[in-house]
């Protein structure tokens, strides 16, 4: 009898997945990665990682025929944890380097930071979590806990932005974490960013 695993890491061709596997590992989940649309299906909680270019990340998706898999889990109720370039997938479109359609769940686009005297883009190392609300997501996190960032575009949320759950300030307050209903969402690295990392992670695991 095959043993059901706690969590599925979605492997798009182009993420962090290994260091995201150990971490969540570390907290006790048993963990399959895969880059099978049909494992999306199983109704297990979904981690989508990301690095690099945005347009790269949404062609591994599609080609693989991971993006349908998680439209379809996702709109069933399965919980998603999406990390960087993963939770900017979740927005309508992203402007970099051209324009580039996301996966739609969230109302939204991906913006390149403004150039600013002093402001180094990437947007890369440890930066304050600004929490906008009381979020499951985010217990055991307080206002000014570090995470680690490693990024050039962040996300702007449409409409009422209900679905912000933490911001961070480069420049600019941007949003560094999500949660709406089933979808959660983190810009920063949980498995770079130590223990604040792993409680986020552990969240996620506990709400799944």
Not at 92 to 111: D, F, I
Request: glycine content about 12%; aromatic content about 8%; some cysteine.
């Amino acid at each position: 009898m095959t043993t059901r695993p706690d969590v599925i890491l979605i492997d798009a061709g182009v993420g962090n997945l290994r260091s995201v596997n150990k971490a969540l590992q570390s907290l006790g989940a048993s963990v399959l990665q895969t880059a099978d649309p049909e494992a999306l299906a199983s109704g297990e909680p979904l981690v989508l990682p990301g690095v690099g270019a945005f347009g790269d990340f949404m062609r591994g998706l599609q080609e693989r025929r991971l993006a349908p898999a998680v439209l379809s889990a996702v709109r069933g109720g399965v919980p998603l944890l999406g990390i960087c370039v993963g939770m900017q997938a979740l927005f309508e479109c992203s402007l970099e380097m051209g324009r580039h359609p996301g996966l739609g769940l969230l109302p939204g686009r991906v913006l390149p930071f403004p150039a600013q005297p002093g402001l180094k883009i990437p947007h890369t190392g440890w930066n304050q979590l600004i929490p906008r609300k009381p979020e499951p997501l985010l217990r055991g996190i307080a206002a000014g806990d570090y995470a680690y960032f490693n990024h050039s575009y962040y996300c702007e949320p449409a409409g009422d932005a209900d679905a912000v759950a933490a911001e961070t300030d480069y420049g600019l307050r941007f949003t560094s974490a999500i949660q709406q209903g089933n979808l959660y969402a983190v810009q920063f690295h949980p498995e770079k960013s130590q223990k604040v990392g792993l409680q986020v992670l552990a969240n996620f695991l506990s709400l799944s």
